[in-house]
């Protein structure tokens, strides 16, 4: 079955530095997602992205974070310079259409 | 702002019961419901989704119920088993592509065998 695959699967970085995390969505879906979930908080989406370009952001989704589609199968998150309120897990997802998004299983960010 | 809000943080049912886990929702533009079964260290499991023009969905032991009135939404499980402890997540959505779905914040079920 296909599934929405992540890296790393934990990621310890010091405030200020800036990360990537990575994704690889289902390879016919059409949509892809970036959410998080601060430990003991709902999940909370961060953006959408279709046809190369973002379709949706929260308020979350500030100038400290972007996201790109560098080649026909990844789908990156980069946060420029870390602080210590984005350690969270980061799940990515990815849909075909208005269907239900599949998750990825996480990537946990801890920022020192 | 809590636009979508699951009240019972935890819930215990023996094994071949009826589990029921139910969710509210304040923003009567959203027309397309998720719920979603998360183990921890992993990302959420799609179950089962419902639309506006639904008041019911069923997929084997699960069933989704759509009170589009009350602005509530409920999952029944039928019956529980010991497999489907997890933490479980409702979510919606206005219904076109790429929008954001708001998720509650959890429901943890519990089957004792």
């Known amino acids: 079955e296909p599934e929405v695959t992540q890296t790393p699967s934990h990621q310890v970085t010091q405030m200020g530095q800036e990360v990537i995390l990575r994704c690889v969505p289902i390879?016919?879906?059409?949509?892809f997602y970036w959410y998080r979930q601060i430990l003991g908080q709902k999940v909370e989406f961060l953006v959408s992205f279709y046809n190369n370009e973002i379709s949706e952001k929260s308020e979350i989704f500030d100038d400290q974070f972007s996201v790109e589609r560098p080649d026909g199968s990844n789908f990156t998150l980069k946060i420029r310079s870390t602080k210590l309120e984005d350690s969270a897990m980061y799940f990515c997802a990815s849909s075909e259409g208005e269907q239900a998004p599949y998750f990825g299983p996480g990537t946990r960010l801890t920022v020192t | 702002d809590q636009q979508v809000k699951q009240n019972s943080p935890s819930l215990s049912v023996q094994e071949g019961r009826i589990s029921i886990l139910n969710c509210d929702y304040t923003n009567s533009m959203f027309d397309y419901f998720l719920w979603y079964k998360k183990y921890p260290a992993e990302g959420p499991t799609f179950l089962i989704s419902i639309s506006s023009i639904k008041d019911k969905n069923e997929d084997g032991r699960f069933t989704v119920f759509l009170n589009k009135s009350a602005k509530h939404l409920s999952l029944h499980i039928v019956p529980s088993q010991p497999g489907d402890s997890a933490v479980y997540f409702c979510?919606?959505?206005?219904?076109?592509?790429?929008?954001?779905?708001?998720f509650g914040t959890g429901t943890s079920l519990t089957v004792i065998p």
């Open positions: 390879s016919n879906h059409l949509y």
């Open positions: 979510a919606a959505s206005g219904s076109r592509a790429g929008n954001q779905f708001y």
